[in-house]
Each structure stands twice: as C-alpha cells, then as structure tokens.
C-alpha cells in the first residue's frame, strides 16, 4: 500500500514530512489548489507498507495529518516494483 | 404517571409538582433555592428512575443545561427555581431559545436584587424572563394567582413549549408557591406530546417543511440532527457570518410565539363594562379579585399570561374604560407595558399601584389608591 | 465504515488552522469506534464551545453544540433521558477546566456513563490566544505578555481525584496509545476522561518559539514521559511547567457503579 495526499485538503503542515520514520514525504514546492504548498510523498517505496499486504503498519502519518489528508491506496504494478 | 383525579388540600408549589406528574414530566433537574424547593422535593419522591430521572445538579447552570440535554433525548422536561437562580439560568435560556427545544421553567419569585427576600414574594422577575438572555428571542410565560392555577398553567407551560418548541415559564411567586388552597384534578386533561420528526429517509437532504415550527429530531433515532445555539440553517449547519439566515431564523423565532398570541394568552376578566379597570397578575391581584367583586365601579382584567404580551385583551379593555390601574409587585415592569398598550387604545389615564418587600396589595390598599384617583 | 462515512465530507476541509492537534485527535477517535464497532445512529456526540468542541458538528451522528463549559451537564440530561445512548463529549481546557470545572468535577463524582475527551491546547485558541487554566507558567499568551504567572490545573489530576472510572493522558503525538485509551474509555462503563495534550501552533506555539507544528510535536516528545504502570493507581504530579514534564498513561481504571445503575434508569424515551 501507498499513501496518497489529497491536495484538497491538505494544508501544508508538514507534520507527515516531520513524523514518517522513513523519510516519504518531503515538503512541497508549489502552491496547490487550496493556496497552501501541499506537502507531497516523494519516497512511498520506504514506506513500511511498501508491497504489503494484510494489517497496515506504522500509519504515523495518517493518524497526525490533522486535515485527514492521507489515505491508503493500492500501488500500480510500476510502483510495486521499486 | 398518572395522577389520580379528585380533589386535594394541598401547596401552591405541591400543586405544580401534581401539574408537572400530569402532563408527563420525565426528567427534573433541579438545585435547592427557597422558596421553590418543594418543587424539587416533590419531584424527587416522585421521579425514582423508572417513572423518570430525578436529578440534583450541582447548581443552576448545570440544571437548566442537564434539562435541554434532557429534553433532546425526547422526553418532557423541567426545572424549578427562584430569583438569584433564575440569573443564572439566562444564558441557557437564550440556548434552549435558539435551539428550538422544549422546556418548562418555573420561577418562583422573591424579593431581589441579588439574594433580597428569599422568604417573601415579588415579581421582581418579568422582565428577566422576556430579556433576560442576550438578542432577539420570545419566550411563553404563565402567572398563576391560585393554588388550582399551579397545576392548570404548569399543565399549559408544557403544552405550548411542546408546541411551538419554545422555552416555557411559570413565574409563580412566594405567596402563591406557599399559599395552600383547593386542587381539583380533572378526571381528563388535554396534553400535547412532543411533534416528532418522522425517520430520515436514507441520504437525502432533510426536508425542510414551510412551516414555523418544525416537528423534533429527537436523539438516537438516526436523524442525526446538529443541535447548536449558533447561527444555523435548516439542517442544523452553523453559519455565523451568513446575515440572511441570521434574519430568517431570528425571525421566525419571534414570529412562531407572536403570531400564536391568541391561541397562547390566557386572562380573567371581571365587570368588564367598569369605567376603571383593574389590570393585574398573579398575587398582585389577590386583593384586586376582591375589590373587584364588591364595587360594580370598578373592573379587573387578571393576566394569567405575561408573554408573549398579551395586547389584545388590554387594548379590548382601554377601549372601554377611562382609567386603568396597573398593580403588581415591582416598581412598574409590566406597567410600561400595559401603559404603552392602553394610551394606544383610548385609555385617558395609566396609573400604578406598586409594591414591594413582600406582602401582595391588600383590598384596603386597593380603595386607598382607587380613592386617591378619586374613582370611589 | 470508512472515515468520511463517519465525518461529514461535504463539510471538509474542516475549520482547524493548518497543523492543528484536534485532526489528530479526531484521527484516533473515528479509529477507535470504527474498531469497536460501535454505531453512529446509537452515539450522540456533545460538544461546548471552543476549538474542539466544533468537532462534533463534523461528526454523522446526532450532535449538540452547547453552552460554554456546560457540554458535560447537556451530556449528564441527555444520557439519563435516554440511557440507551452512548454518549461522548468533546471538550477544550478552557470549556472543561476553567468555565465548565465545576461540571467536571461533578461529572466526576456522579459517574454517569459518557465518554469525555479533552483536547488540552494550554491556550484559548478560538479567541485568538488567551491564556488558560492549563497555559504553563512563564509561557506568553496575548493576556499574559510578561510571561503566565499563575500555575496550570492539571486535569486528569483533577478527574482521578474526583472519582472517573477511567482516566488516561497523551499528546498529539502518542497517536497509537491515545487511540488505545480512546477504545478502553469507549468500552468503559461510567465517566471515563481522556486528555489529549495537542498543539495549537498559530496561538500557542507562535509566541512560544515554536511556530511550526512539528516543533511543537517534538516538545511534546520530549517532555512526555511514560507514567510508571507498576504504581497502579497512585496519582502523579504532573504540570506542564517550562521545566516540568507532561506525564502520560493510564492514570486510573476502576469500576465504580455508575449513576443510572445505581438510580436504576430504564428507557422511558
């Protein structure tokens, strides 16, 4: 599984970029939808939940994004590769 | 529960608890404040948890918020209080206004401001109960002058605040809440349960019937309602900035008790024909029943509502007299009132017999100023 | 249920400034009561006035949005009306401790069966940054511009020493045990507290050196420590001083009877 940060509402916190053990999200560099610089997953390959199935690990991330932001989606087939 | 019909020896205040048990009363929350404590008293032996839930909160604020709480859960509910009490219950009043919810208020009045006469009775509180929270509300409000009267308006306050969804009062006083006299329960009483909201029809918008007073999501039956005192649409969202749903929803407020004004005033009138009228409420008329009753020049128009204002009969009554003599137990609250209604109306002259620290007006008091203005 | 079958989407994004601790509390709470299966139509949420207490307007379940600080008394009429609910109150400090102690305290003590989750931000956020009852001393507020003279409340002191059946404290960033203690107090019977120290960065934390919320997380990593669970019941000291540390866990668990046992309380709705 993967994270996927919805830019309507995320934001821009940075809480996910400051929590996440293994360093997937990275500050953004542009201004979303909402005006805000939209914190974006630069790195879901580290993720614990990286090509994992059953129970989700961890989830730091989408338990602190105060905008419930993040959500698990499913990697395509190129993703689950990495 | 049922109260037994027939006819009874008993309290002004024993009578409201009688009142409340009659019209189904499930839930009191009350704090001890004389003189209403035998409300809470009776209520207490009454309530035991199966028949209702008695509850002794830890002070007025607490009781009135535990009674709207109450309330929206869907059964009948009551507190009772006094003066210093009252004060503070203002804020949940203006709540309870807001949100539409029905509840019974009863105020027995003492002597303020502030502690004053617990003991002793006033009317220092009419004003209180229409203005008494912040903005533009209405409120229904019943002045019993008897102990029959204890049981007969408790029986209307809830009637009309399940009806219109309107906070509803008896502001009793200590005189009448202690006067013990004569109870006849009626073998049938007409009682208007609460207007309940049909069940949500799965996802789709709530609907919005075009009518002022709207039927009562109660709690827990999927209606999943959103209960706020702020500023809100129809289906509950808050919009504090929105300045035309702030006027809608004000509005209507105010006009579903103004427009109900003849269904809700009650009054009693005597010699209605007499060039000098007698207009007064509660305990303030007990001695102005008896004046009344002896000298055919004089007439009495005895309010047994306050508010919403009932302009009608005191316009009907200053079309037909010369003079107008307004007596209750504060230094004139009504009395701008019932003046402002009357000069409108033809009445020449709007006198006042006031007073205060205690004792309502005795019929001697009565003739003493009915000869001052040289009626008799 | 997913979470947006618990809250309301049309309403999202949600009121909370960016970085706010209330998302996080409201994170942990949908996955509490989704995990416990509990249901919305059998739940009223009650809420006072403040930051966390709009949460239960954004909730799909019956909601009411109260007088300041009386969220507790609502909830206390509500509840026994109508035992058949489970209800839950969100909560600020400055509605629970400072407006509404006297309710707490109380709430305490009578035991009535509802769930009470404090969302402590040690500020009153709404009004723009006043300082509360659990503001910590020396911290600035726009009421306390020379620094908070005056000592913080510390609540779930307060709740154990009132009589709470389950009482626990965690920060925004102790995600998963907060959910944990959010589950225990759900299935709790009686008053169960939970108090959620949370950072609030655009009024608390941007006059304390710590604008960013991740600053703030990270002070409250590392000033939280773990309660000592072999002391069982005892109670700790704990204020959020400069110097002072939070100290979080599980502070007490017992069975006292609840009220509407004791009174006997049977459905007449």
């Known amino acids: 599984?993967?994270?996927?940060?919805?830019?309507?509402?995320?934001?821009?916190?940075?809480?996910?970029?400051?929590?996440?053990?293994?360093?997937?999200?990275?500050?953004?560099?542009?201004?979303?939808?909402?005006?805000?610089?939209?914190?974006?997953?630069?790195?879901?390959?580290?993720?614990?939940?990286?090509?994992?199935?059953?129970?989700?690990?961890?989830?730091?991330?989408?338990?602190?994004?105060?905008?419930?932001?993040i959500s698990w989606h499913e990697e395509t087939e190129e993703e689950k590769k990495k | 529960m049922k109260v037994a019909p027939g006819e009874f020896f008993l309290q002004g205040n024993e009578a409201c608890v009688q009142g409340a048990l009659a019209s189904g009363v499930r839930f009191f929350a009350g704090y001890p404040i004389t003189p209403s404590t035998e409300i809470a008293e009776g209520l207490a032996a009454k309530l035991d948890g199966k028949e209702g839930v008695f509850l002794q909160m830890e002070d007025e604020i607490a009781?009135?918020?535990?009674?709207?709480?109450?309330?929206?859960?869907?059964?009948?509910?009551?507190?009772?209080?006094?003066?210093?009490?009252?004060?503070?219950?203002?804020?949940?009043?203006?709540?309870?206004?807001?949100?539409?919810?029905?509840?019974?208020?009863?105020?027995?009045?003492?002597?303020?401001?502030?502690?004053?006469?617990?003991?002793?009775?006033?009317?220092?509180?009419?004003?209180?109960?229409?203005?008494?929270?912040?903005?533009?509300?209405q409120v229904i409000a019943f002045a019993p002058a008897s102990v029959q009267e204890m049981f007969d308006l408790t029986v209307a306050a809830f009637n009309y605040s399940e009806k219109y969804r309107v906070p509803a009062f008896l502001l009793s006083d200590a005189e009448v809440g202690h006067m013990r006299g004569l109870l006849t329960i009626p073998d049938k009483l007409d009682i208007i349960g609460r207007k309940e909201k049909g069940i949500r029809r799965s996802d789709e918008a709530y609907d919005v019937p075009d009518e002022l007073v709207r039927p009562f999501p109660v709690f827990g039956k999927g209606h999943r309602t959103m209960v706020t005192g702020m500023t809100h649409t129809d289906n509950s969202w808050i919009e504090p900035e929105d300045v035309k749903v702030h006027q809608e929803l004000v509005k209507r407020l105010s006009e579903k008790v103004l427009r109900n004004r003849k269904d809700i005033n009650k009054w009693e009138l005597m010699c209605p024909g007499s060039k000098t009228m007698i207009v007064s409420y509660g305990s303030a008329a007990l001695g102005a029943k008896e004046v009344a009753a002896s000298d055919d020049k004089v007439g009495l128009l005895r309010l047994k509502s306050l508010w919403p204002f009932p302009e009608e009969p005191i316009a009907e009554v200053a079309r037909n007299c010369d003079r107008i003599l307004v007596s209750e137990m504060n230094l004139g609250m009504m009395y701008s009132e019932i003046k402002r209604v009357a000069l409108e109306n033809g009445c020449k002259k709007v006198e006042l017999l006031s007073k205060i620290g205690g004792d309502p007006p005795t019929p001697s008091e009565f003739r003493h100023k009915l000869r001052e203005m040289g009626v008799i | 249920m997913e979470i947006f079958d618990f809250y309301?989407?049309?309403?999202?994004?949600?009121?909370?400034?960016?970085?706010?601790?209330?998302?996080?509390?409201?994170?942990?709470?949908?996955?509490?009561?989704?995990?416990?299966?509990?249901?919305?139509?059998?739940?009223?949420?009650?809420?006072?006035?403040?930051?966390?207490?709009?949460?239960?307007?954004?909730?799909?379940?019956?909601?009411?949005?109260?007088?300041?600080?009386?969220?507790?008394?609502?909830?206390?009429?509500?509840?026994?009306?109508?035992?058949?609910?489970?209800?839950?109150?969100?909560?600020?400090?400055?509605?629970?401790?400072?407006?509404?102690?006297?309710?707490?305290?109380?709430?305490?003590?009578?035991?009535?069966?509802?769930?009470?989750?404090?969302?402590?931000?040690?500020?009153?956020?709404?009004?723009?940054?006043?300082?509360?009852?659990?503001?910590?001393?020396?911290?600035?507020?726009?009421?306390?511009?020379?620094?908070?003279?005056?000592?913080?409340?510390?609540?779930?002191?307060?709740?154990?020493?009132?009589?709470?059946?389950?009482?626990?404290?965690?920060?925004?960033?102790?995600?998963?045990?907060?959910?944990?203690?959010?589950?225990?107090?759900?299935?709790?019977?009686?008053?169960?507290?939970?108090?959620?120290?949370?950072q609030c960065p655009t009024n608390f934390g941007r006059r304390n050196r710590m604008a960013d919320p991740t600053q703030m997380l990270e002070w409250m990593r590392e000033s939280s420590i773990r309660r000592d669970k072999a002391k069982a019941n005892a109670v700790d000291h704990v204020d959020l001083n400069l110097e002072g540390k939070i100290t979080v866990g599980e502070f007490v668990d017992r069975n006292r009877e609840c009220y509407e046992e004791l009174i006997g309380v049977s459905k007449h709705g």
Request: charged share 20%; proline share 4%.
């Open chain 1, 1 to 69: 599984m993967k994270p996927v940060i919805d830019p309507k509402f995320c934001k821009a916190c940075n809480i996910c970029v400051y929590i996440c053990p293994k360093k997937c999200y990275s500050k953004g560099s542009g201004i979303g939808e909402t005006g805000y610089f939209t914190a974006v997953v630069s790195a879901a390959e580290k993720c614990y939940n990286h090509n994992r199935e059953g129970k989700l690990l961890c989830e730091l991330c989408i338990l602190s994004c105060p905008d419930q932001a």
């Open chain 2, 63 to 137: 009781c009135i918020s535990a009674v709207i709480g109450a309330s929206w859960g869907g059964v009948k509910s009551m507190t009772a209080t006094s003066g210093p009490g009252f004060s503070l219950m203002q804020e949940a009043i203006g709540y309870a206004a807001m949100s539409e919810t029905p509840i019974v208020i009863v105020d027995v009045m003492r002597g303020g401001p502030s502690t004053g006469q617990p003991t002793r009775a006033s009317q220092g509180d009419v004003m209180q109960t229409r203005y008494g929270s912040h903005g533009d509300y």
């Open chain 3, 8 to 198: 309301r989407k049309d309403r999202w994004p949600h009121v909370f400034c960016p970085g706010c601790g209330n998302g996080a509390v409201m994170n942990c709470f949908y996955r509490a009561f989704n995990e416990l299966g509990l249901e919305l139509d059998k739940t009223a949420f009650v809420g006072g006035i403040g930051c966390s207490s709009r949460i239960p307007l954004y909730i799909n379940s019956d909601a009411l949005h109260t007088t300041h600080g009386r969220a507790i008394a609502f909830a206390t009429g509500l509840k026994l009306a109508k035992p058949e609910l489970k209800v839950v109150v969100f909560t600020g400090d400055g509605d629970l401790g400072a407006i509404g102690g006297n309710h707490f305290i109380n709430g305490c003590r009578r035991n009535v069966d509802m769930t009470v989750i404090c969302i402590n931000n040690n500020i009153y956020g709404m009004t723009g940054g006043q300082a509360s009852i659990t503001t910590p001393h020396e911290f600035l507020s726009t009421t306390t511009p020379r620094g908070n003279k005056e000592y913080p409340f510390d609540l779930a002191e307060i709740a154990v020493a009132a009589g709470a059946n389950y009482v626990a404290r965690w920060t925004t960033r102790h995600v998963h045990e907060l959910t944990k203690s959010i589950k225990a107090a759900l299935q709790k019977k009686g008053f169960t507290f939970v108090e959620v120290v949370a």
